[in-house]
Structure formats: structure tokens, C-alpha cells
């Protein structure tokens, strides 16, 4: 199982880095359904014995929802609205790449502090959780695009999930089916929105949005 979740850790890191270097929306997205699949991977394989009923039914919808729904959501979004890639970011790309690789060190120095509830989880798995966090926040502040920030929210939610099962080592599924049902309703709105935005302004930057103040 170990071997299994450095693996997946190592996946994730490589993901978040991919997700700061690309411009093209479609391999965006495709990113954030590899992470959501690759979460729900990780929720299979975390817990043991009694728990591996709800672990299976949260892998699998964790699978579903953030792995194929949310996604499927965003490409229609951005299909809809005719973007196809992130231009002129508030943060380069190359830019974005070496303050990812800063993400990383601090998230691998503080991590390391953190003590794990179970001695058999891989030692990256909460640095992984911090430096994906951190990247959907500088998502969220350096893009442009609605839809790469709506991506970015998701990447954050991914990190907090994977935290959530390093800290705590099994989430209820109540609690999880909640904040799946919360993150579906989230994208929703901003996908509706997005599409309004297309339709009134022809453009989804969300720094043009301060010419509307009075």
C-alpha cells in the first residue's frame, strides 16, 4: 500500500507543477480529473478493515464527482463560452513554475514538522496536500480566466481533502458526500456565471470586472 501512495503522491506533485506551466484550458481540466481520480485512489487505499466499505463508496464517488463530473461541467463551460487556453496571466508561466517549486520547499519543510496519525502513510502525503492547496490558491489569484480560477478552487478543495486524510486518517461519509454536494453546487453557480459573463462582456477576464465600479 505504501509503495502504491508514494506513488500517487509523487503523481500529485507532478500534476500541481503541470497545472502552473500550462496555458491550454482542455489539459487544465484534464489535470484537475487525474487528481480527482487519483484522490479517489488514495481514499481506497488509506484506510483498513472495518472502514473499507465507506472508503470504497467515497473512492467511488470521489471518482465520479471530481474525477469525471467536474470536469465534464468546466470543458462544457468553456466550450460554451469559446475559450480555449489562459492568456496573459498576472503571473508568467515560467514565473509560475519557479514560485511552484518555492510552494514545494516550504510545503516539504513544514510538512516534515507535521506528525502522521498512522506510521505506515508515505511521509509526502502531507506535503503533497500543502503544495496542492497552495496551487489552487495561486490559481485562483494569478489567472485571469473564470474558469482557470474556478479550476484552481478545485484543486484547493483536493489538497484540503488530501490533508484531511493525513490529519485525520478517515473522513465520515456524511461529512464527505456534504462537501461533495457543497463543491457540485460551487462549480455549478461559477459555471452559470462564467457563461453570463460571456454573454454580457464577450470576455471572462475577471480583472476587466472593476470597470463596473460606480
Known sequence: METALDHLMLLLILS?????ALARLARLTGLVAF?????????????????????LLLGMTGLLVRGLLFPLLLRRAARQAGITEERNPQVGFAASVLLGIAMLGAAMALGGRM?????????LIVPTALFTILTGVFL?????????????????ENGIF?????????????????VLLDLFLAVLVM??????????????????LTTLRG
Not at 500541481?16 to 502552473?20: E, T, Y
Not at 487528481?35 to 472508503?55: D, E, F, K, S, W
Not at 488530501?162 to 456534504?178: D, I, M, Y
Request: proline share 7%.
Open 191 to 208: 459555471g452559470i456565471a462564467m457563461y453570463r459573463m460571456r454573454e454580457e462582456f464577450d470576455h471572462m477576464d475577471t480583472d476587466q
Open 16 to 20: 500541481d507543477v503541470a497545472l502552473l
Open 140 to 156: 485562483i489569484v494569478a489567472r485571469r480566466k473564470a474558469l482557470t480560477q474556478c479550476l484552481g478552487y478545485l484543486v484547493m
Open 35 to 55: 487528481q480527482g481520480a487519483a484522490l479517489a485512489a488514495m481514499a481506497m487505499l488509506v484506510p483498513q478493515g472495518p472502514l473499507a466499505g465507506r472508503a
Open 162 to 178: 488530501c490533508f484531511g486524510v493525513a490529519a485525520v486518517g478517515e473522513v465520515p461519509a456524511l461529512v464527505e458526500l456534504g
Open 115 to 123: 506528525p502522521l496519525h498512522r506510521p505506515d502513510l508515505p511521509s
